[in-house]
């Protein structure tokens, strides 16, 4: 196990001092981040990994048994902490890739799929995230927005009774919007008054949540008689279409995720636009010199960054779960922090996080519902990534990588 | 340098330590396993997971005797937000349950679904009864609702509550404004005013208005914080008994109230006296929802081939609910309240006395 390697006392490293990115006068959290390598990316799942498999032989019960009489006979231990934790990761991987045991071909290839939709709204919210990130704007408010962009798109799609593509384009644009109009508000308050964006979309989270609340209170609101907080369910032209029958679940989101991911690509790596957001995000003073109206740039990114996230909201709405309850954004919005931080904000790498984080959450209701493992153990793996992510001079010392000479290129 | 010479002698204790607990002696090889039936059973929470001292906590508790007193098969999987109820559920039929149960309103659409799909499993949905997609109440062949018609036994606690108050106010908060929680706030009120008009008082009710239907809330079930602010807003408005009806947040009301001379608390869904122990001193009585026996009985019918989908309710008469004893507070409360109460029960169970809540299962 790898978990070996951790283990080991860290060694004295004179160049520690020498991680922080060569060239640049102001080293910020955001520039660590973000230079760190693939490599560092890589590394920190397969540390995260190990730690979750500790916690996993921790948690079981057969292993604390036979941890109680470890000296007696310690080969038991180690064979229950070996079982334990191999069920638990081969679950998660049948849960996730491809399922060897199910019964019928179809079920064998859902898992897949699976980690396919799981993965929808993260990408388009890390997207979000990422492309404020580039930006030198922290937008912690991916939550809100996609709790926006669900109520928009929910309403608009239970509401309205149109014909088919059309209903679903208006339901889309109402989620974009709403999305956009959240985060639009943090960045005209940053822009205007120079507002924290961070303390300010953090707010807009909570007044997204309790605005959500108290909405699915109203009857108006939800069309539905039931007191109960749930809104009626969206018609079926706003849904977004299938790509595969029944009973897989995988939508048209999908293909717009990929889409939103090429455009967000575009525009950052290829237009003019893009190239004032990263200049901003730089060095926001030297952009300013160049001639960039730092906050107009603000506004923008912020109203991009959140009709993405919106986005994100209208497809777990009208890709999945087709009505709205209190608790269906459910932390999409911050699991795309992590998404987009172990994307190194780029919009690929994006993409790839959050299949990865798809397939560990469509994974982690087959390592649950077979081996009892804990779901909070998808947490800690992800939430390990993310402390590691954050500090690339740590996952380097523990492998004991050289740091990097100079800040690399996408 | 002092800490460097620290580090050897920490693990030195820290491995001495692993190493006491772990010199026990290896059980025998020959250890048979039971014989364990083939059926399964299965439960699926809601967001609000296993430990929230509340009805999933409740449900599981029935659940894991069941299981336990039966020698069932069983899975269960923790849904961590509402995207999840799909998956888990859809996961259970996968591993072969036979019965399933859901915790929880917010599960009844994709219980209901599932349970049209998989005619030959039997479902089990606490505290709401199955629904379409619009919301409609659906009945199938094997789908059994588990209800509770709290209202009874919260009108018994806001009896005790007005009868025992000494500043002539009372106060109850919500975690959210849904069924399952102002059926509580309903009954409690309805307790109060029927003290008031029985012994012409004049306690006043703080935190909920019945005919308004709105009142206090904590906006949800995990923010402790918010439930100590809340109560501590009606201990200075005066009122000496609070009644949280929000699972975990209720703890920080109890720290709140305990800090008060003279206050005191009632707990809800279980006997707070025992699942609350830190508080056992200020708790009055508590609104007790037997969830755990309904759903231990219906494992025990589910596997004996018995399951009927005929809905459960439980409410005074079948002890279905109830309110705990005083405890230690026993000598707080008046013994022609106490006399009242017991009237009072008798005259819910024989339908004399009727207490309605909208959130009353129909």
Redesign the interface.
Known sequence: MSSTTVSQPPAPQPAAGGSRPAGTGQPGLMRQILSGSWLVSLLAIVIALAVGAVLIAVANPDVQET???????PA?FFAAAWQAISEAYLALLRGSVFDWQ??SAV?MVRPFT?SLVSATPLILTGLGIALAFRSGLFNIGGQGQVVLGSICSGFLGYALHLPPVIHLLVALAGGILGGAIWAGIAGVLKARTGANEVIVTIMLNSIAG?LF?YLL?QAWFKH???????S??VDSSAMLPPLLPS?F?LNAGFIVAILATLLVWWLLERSTTGFEFRAVGENPNAAKTAGISVSRVTITVMLIAGALAGLGGAA?ILG????L???????IGFDAITVALLGRSRPLGTFFAGLLFGAFK?GG??M???T?T??DIV?VVQSVIVLLIAAPPLVRTIFRLPAPVKKEDA | MKRKQLAPLTAVVAVSAL?L???????SESKDSEQKSDYKA?MVSD?GGWDDRSFNQSGKEGFDKAVKEFGLQE????S?????F???V???V??GCKLIYGVG??L??VMTKSAQENKDIDYALID?PF?D???KTVELDNAKPIEFNTAQAAFLAGYVAAGTTKSNKVATFGG????SVTIFMDGFADGVKKFNQDKGKDVKLLGWDKDKQSGSFS?DFDNQSQGQTLANQFLSQGADIVMPVAGPVGLGAAAAVKKKDGAKLIWVDSDGYESAPDYKDIILTSVVKGIANSVYDTAKEAKDDKFSAEPYVGDLSNDGVGIAPYHDLEGDVPDDVKKSVDDLKQQIIDGKLKVES??SPK
Not at chain 1, 320 to 323: L, N, V
Not at chain 1, 325 to 331: E, F, I, M, N, R
Not at chain 2, 80 to 84: I, P, R, V
């Open positions: 941890a109680s009489y470890f000296f007696a006979r038991d199910a019964t079920r699976e309790f609340a209170k539905t008689d039931s007191a109960n907080p749930i009626a369910t009973p679940r777990q999945t779960e087709g009505k309850s209190a608790g269906v954004g459910g932390s469509a209701y087959l649950q519902a077979q009892g804990p779901i947490l | 190493a607990s772990a010199c026990g002696q290896a059980p299965c967001a899975s269960d999987a923790e961590k937000d509402d995207s999840d799909t998956s888990n859809d996961q259970m996968q591993q309103f917010n009844a659409p709401s629904t997609k619009d919301g959210m404004n849904i069924p906006g909208k959130a």
